[in-house]
């Protein structure tokens, strides 16, 4: 995962601070989740 964040430009912050968002309009903010998906490959194993 370390490899991926320094990859893509989305190193984790150690020192982040919180703040209340304002309510946006539908589609003009997104998220992304960096989650896997495993699949069964030719033998059976989910991989």
């Given at each position: 995962?370390?490899?991926?964040?320094?990859?893509?430009?989305?190193?984790?912050?150690?020192?982040?601070?919180?703040?209340?968002?304002?309510?946006?309009?539908?589609?003009?903010?997104?998220?992304?989740?960096?989650?896997?998906?495993?699949i069964?490959?030719?033998?059976?194993?989910?991989?």
């Open positions: 995962m370390n490899k991926l964040r320094k990859d893509t430009g989305f190193e984790r912050l150690r020192n982040t601070k919180t703040a209340i968002r304002d309510n946006t309009i539908p589609g003009e903010e997104a998220q992304v989740d960096f989650d896997q998906y495993k069964k490959d030719m033998y059976g194993k989910r991989r």
